[in-house]
Nanobody
Framework: EVQLVESGGGLVQAGGSLRLSCAAS????????IAWFRQAPGKEREAVAC????????IWPDSVKGRFTISSDNAKNTVSLQMNSLNPEDTAIYYC?????????????????WGQGTQVAVSS
């Protein structure tokens, strides 16, 4: 059974940093792409970053490029999202998700398994 558990969210001031972690179990990192999405109030869920065997680390929104970094620790079955220089627009619930395959799709519906999410709030 695939299980994903996010942690590391919280309240931070603008300019601060947070490191989110996704503890994964029930599958091999070699056969799955693992991504981070976020959803702000009243907005659609947005793909943020992904790691896979073929794509390595991918960061999608231009708004977070240069500030967010994704990394994986296969030995610990953990994928992390390091978020620096946070601003209020980064406030959202952040979700970890996985899909089969070696590449990272950006489409929300292509991901089969989701964690419960972790809240990130950035104050100005």
């Amino acid at each position: 059974e695939v299980q994903l558990v996010e942690s590391g969210g919280g309240l931070v001031q603008a300019g601060g940093s947070l490191r989110l972690s996704c503890a994964a179990s029930g599958f091999s990192f070699d056969n799955y792409a693992i991504a981070w999405f976020r959803q702000a109030p009243g907005k659609e869920r947005e793909a943020v970053a992904c790691t896979s065997v073929s794509d390595g680390g991918v960061i999608w929104p231009d708004s977070v490029k240069g500030r967010f970094t994704i990394s994986s620790d296969n030995a610990k079955n953990t994928v992390s999202l390091q978020m620096n220089s946070l601003n209020p627009e980064d406030t959202a619930i952040y979700y970890c998700a996985v899909t089969t395959g070696s590449m990272c799709p950006v489409i929300v519906s292509w991901y089969s398994y989701w964690g419960q999410g972790t809240q990130v709030a950035v104050s100005s």
